[in-house]
């Protein structure tokens, strides 16, 4: 079974995933900041319950996974996977996560909410995904009994989430935009449009590889529908300019060349930063997307994108690694997946 982050969806060229996010608390629990070891462990359960109550109504399957069991290793990949945020991680004591299988779906139990119900989908794909949690949000509410209230919509421990407690997010790949120099004041009149423009890991992380976080910042005084129709007509504007800016920028010679080198490294590296991937990375994205590299596809860029990351790499080896030993085993991953014998050359200038 094909995880989200392996496939490339709708606008693959600029979109690499889409988030929704709906953060719930149980109307029969303080929040979690003031919740005690045995209120937490209460909430968990109910919530896995509950889960399991639904399990028959639902196509999908899902597993439980009790965080503080989890070796740091193992909990940083889940980050890198961006199935779980930074600071559910830093203290992982009565907290409980629920996976799908697919990893499309991810319920994080006692973060800053009850829960945080996610649900990912590859490319641009913010209605479908909204569906899905819509539907497991229905289904729980009825078993679990979210706080709600008739002026301030669901009530969190963020004043910034009350209302429709959504987050609707896109990643989006702009080297072109980046390269401009103009993602700072992108930022600036984004958020007076109540858009958050963020790095790979959302808030407070920086971009890796020219990928951006394009989230809606607004969740009080306006429906699901309104914000993700915000989204999806600011997001379709900036994929226009990024398009039009790459057109541009790939008709230097420079760029063709950096575009091809950075394939040549890619394949033939013997050691490979986690810095250093990204850089390349994003400029081999940038050639598949203006057609200058025709053999690599959105669906292997993702993938790598995700599963070389430093803690996930690591546990795909079998446990921690030290960073030249990460460094050789992304060589290593990276060439043997870009690597076709049978392909001729992939860059046409």
């Not at 982050?5 to 889409?18: F, Q, W």
């Amino acid at each position: 079974m094909k995880k989200w982050y392996e496939k490339s969806g709708a606008e693959g060229d600029a979109v690499i995933s889409t988030r929704i996010r709906l953060a719930r608390n149980l109307r029969t629990h303080p929040f979690p900041g003031k919740l005690n070891p045995a209120g937490r462990a209460a909430v968990e359960q109910m919530v896995k319950e509950a889960v399991l109550a639904c399990v028959q109504t639902l196509p999908e399957q899902f597993h439980f996974v009790e965080m503080d069991q989890l070796s740091q290793t193992e909990a940083v990949s889940l980050v890198e996977r961006h199935l779980v945020s930074p600071e559910f991680i830093a203290d992982r004591r009565g907290r409980g996560l629920i996976l799908t299988d697919d990893e499309s779906i991810s319920i994080m139990i006692n973060e800053e909410d009850h829960l945080r119900i996610q649900v990912m989908r590859e490319g641009f794909g913010l209605k479908e995904a909204f569906r899905t949690a819509d539907r497991l949000d229905s289904l729980l509410n009825s078993r679990l009994e979210f706080a709600f209230d008739e002026r301030l919509g669901y009530l969190t421990q963020c004043p910034t989430n009350l209302g429709t407690g959504m987050r609707a997010s896109l990643m989006l790949h702009l080297p072109a935009l980046q390269e401009s120099g103009m993602m700072s004041r992108y930022g600036t009149n984004l958020t007076k449009l109540g858009i958050a423009l963020r790095g790979l890991y959302g808030e407070g992380s920086k971009p890796a590889g020219a990928v951006y976080q394009l989230s809606n910042q607004v969740t009080l005084g306006l429906s699901e529908q309104e914000a993700i129709a915000n989204l999806e007509s600011i997001a379709m504007q900036i994929i226009a300019q990024e398009r039009s800016a790459r057109s541009a920028m790939v008709k230097s010679l420079e760029m063709q060349d950096a575009i091809s080198r950075s394939l040549g490294i890619l394949r033939s590296a013997k050691l490979l930063s986690n810095e250093e991937f990204m850089k390349l990375i994003s400029n081999v994205r940038l050639g598949v997307s203006t057609g200058l590299i025709r053999t690599v596809r959105y669906d292997t860029v993702n993938q790598l994108m995700v599963e070389v990351q430093p803690a996930t790499v690591s546990l795909a080896s079998g446990g921690q690694l030290a960073a030249g030993e990460r460094d050789a085993v992304r060589a290593k991953i990276v060439s043997q997946r870009l690597t076709r014998k049978e392909d001729p050359d992939d860059v046409s200038v």
